[in-house]
């Protein structure tokens, strides 16, 4: 018998086997294994992969854009919920176990530390694969991502000839050359493709604000015409260019079924700063912007909360003026991940403003109404613009597995519907033609926005330098998958020369560490 918790048959629930979003579900689930110390971790993975071989998979706060936890393949979930520690240790520094939800580590640091970590906003991700996805936030700017601070990883990895699991410390400065190369692949890309993570480190990290501004914008579509929308958009990528580390904004480019566009900027205050300094500073910026803003169509309150990840609390509906926080305020402000829903997500990253041909493609798919749906299954369909840059582009493209260190924008797109049916399905033919319209949309959507370039954000077929592939952390099938026989197209938009050019590549790491690929999901590394 094992002494870590461990589900099986009849007692595997209906809510073990979907994730957050509702697209996903694992009907042939048998088991689920939760360990509940550090030293379960092992003799967990050890006893999941001799009964279910590769049709385990590993889950922390279970948010996943693809069905890579949760699909018909899975037979047995490795959950590691129970291992939610944040602390310092004495030798190795700052430690989040994989377990671990945002607000966890940001109420944590902040209490016990006074630190904070450049995460995520939704409150309910694990760091499990936020962090080893190359996690960004709105703290990136001004202190980069969270592979950019990690020190070391603990991770158990599979020796599928002795069929050993073993917990290793690996960082770099790790004895084993091996070992710094697994580290160094973690920083990045580690998300179902080594082994599993049990906890993170970090030497050091940056001080917590202690101020942050909040401020918010919208324009009714009524008064966007397309000439005011590409004049946004414009005036947007030099915002994002010129603006100061210690600032992020998020423009919601709503489908006109919402209303409204809308913007959200945040500022915090540097290290140091007096509440009085911290405050005149963030609302001359933000009257300055406000009138720049302005000038391209007229502004009007929010009509309803901005959708999309992060969302927004309604605390700001029906106001322009700036609201000054406390950090944590403002953290509590921005923390949506909202309900569990039907979605599909695709990204891009631009080192540029957005090319006329782009703005105009941009503006028609979000004043297009799917067939077979009503406006109103629109309302929370959108492109969100996340501004970039900062102490991003400060690292090397080589430094972690995280080439994108240019660019000034980074876009989620974003499409959310529900239904009545039940979990896992079968979804009746209406709410299925309901899934197909929603994904159609935001497929074809992408696919015109990027036609000069093959369909998708390609910077090998750029020759003008403005896009730079996608984001690891925000999957898409779409762009290729086992499945489909093109995993290497997506994996080189994730990767770029990291994929497999560079003499340190991630397809020799996965040969060198998971040869049987034991770790695997539609868009695993190959390990050939």
């Known amino acids: 018998m094992s002494d870590f918790p461990t589900r099986s048959g009849d007692a595997v629930m209906t809510s073990d086997r979907q994730g957050f979003d509702r697209r996903w579900y694992a009907p042939n689930l048998a088991a689920v294994y939760v360990p509940a110390s550090l030293d379960d971790v092992a003799p967990c993975v050890q006893a999941a992969l001799a009964a279910y071989g590769a049709d385990v998979k590993i889950v922390s706060g279970r948010h996943c854009y693809e069905d890579f936890a949760y699909n018909d393949t899975t037979r047995a979930v490795i959950d590691m919920s129970a291992l939610n520690q944040v602390g310092l240790d004495p030798q190795l520094g700052y430690f989040v176990d994989a377990g671990s939800e945002n607000w966890t580590v940001y109420r ?23 962090i080893t996805g190359g996690g960004y936030g709105l703290l990136s700017r001004l202190h980069g991502l969270t592979v950019d601070w990690l020190t070391g990883v603990d991770i158990v990895t599979w020796d599928a000839g002795s069929g050993t699991a073993t917990l290793r410390h690996v960082s770099a400065a790790s004895s084993d050359p091996a070992e710094q190369d697994l580290f160094w692949a973690l920083c990045g890309a580690g998300c179902g493709n080594f082994g599993v993570i049990v906890r993170y480190y970090f030497a050091t990290l940056p001080d917590a604000p202690d101020h942050a501004s909040l401020w918010t914008l919208a324009w009714n ?42 913007l ?14 911290h405050r005149a500073r963030a609302a001359a910026q933000a009257e300055q912007l406000k009138r720049r803003l302005r000038e391209v169509a007229p502004s009007s309150p929010l009509i309803r909360p901005l959708g999309g990840h992060p969302g927004l609390m309604t605390s700001m509906l029906a106001s322009e003026d700036i609201q000054h926080l406390t950090y944590l305020e403002a953290l ?25 041909a782009q703005a105009s493609t941009i503006y028609q798919w979000l004043n297009t109404v799917p067939p077979g749906l009503d406006a109103s299954d629109m309302a929370q369909s959108l492109l969100q613009v996340d ?59 992408y696919a015109f926005v990027y036609a000069a370039t093959g369909g998708v954000p390609d910077p090998a077929l750029d020759p003008d330098g403005v896009v730079d592939g996608c984001y690891f952390n925000y999957p898409d099938l779409s762009l290729g998958s086992y499945a489909t026989g093109n995993v290497d197209q ?39």
């Open 490 to 528: 997506a994996l080189r938009l994730y990767f770029l020369d990291n994929f497999r050019a560079n003499p340190r590549n991630l397809v020799a790491i996965k040969q060198q560490w998971d040869p049987q690929d034991f770790f695997h999901h539609q868009q695993s590394l190959p390990v050939t």
């Open 221 to 262: 579509w009524s008064d966007v015409p397309e000439s005011a929308f590409t004049a946004l958009l414009a005036l947007y990528a030099k915002v994002v260019s010129d603006m100061p580390e210690t600032d992020f904004s998020l423009l919601k480019l709503n489908h006109v079924a919402a209303g409204q566009i809308g």
């Open 108 to 130: 944590t640091l902040l209490n016990g530390f006074g630190k904070t970590l450049p995460a995520g906003s939704c409150y309910s991700v694990g760091a499990g694969g936020h």
């Open 387 to 445: 501004s970039y840059g900062g102490a991003i582009n400060t690292v090397d493209p080589t430094a972690t597995a995280v080439p994108q260190r240019s660019s000034i924008m980074k876009l989620q797109y974003q499409t959310y519907w529900n239904n009545a049916s039940p979990p896992g399905g079968p979804l009746s033919p209406a709410d299925e033609a309901q899934a197909q319209a929603h994904l159609a949309w935001i497929d074809e959507f």
């Open 332 to 356: 509590q402000t921005l923390n949506g991940s909202g309900p569990n829903q039907f979605g599909k997500y695709k990204s891009a990253y631009m080192k540029a403003a957005f090319p006329p």
């Open 264 to 277: 959200i900027y945040q500022s915090v205050s540097p290290p140091g700063t007096s509440k009085a300094a």
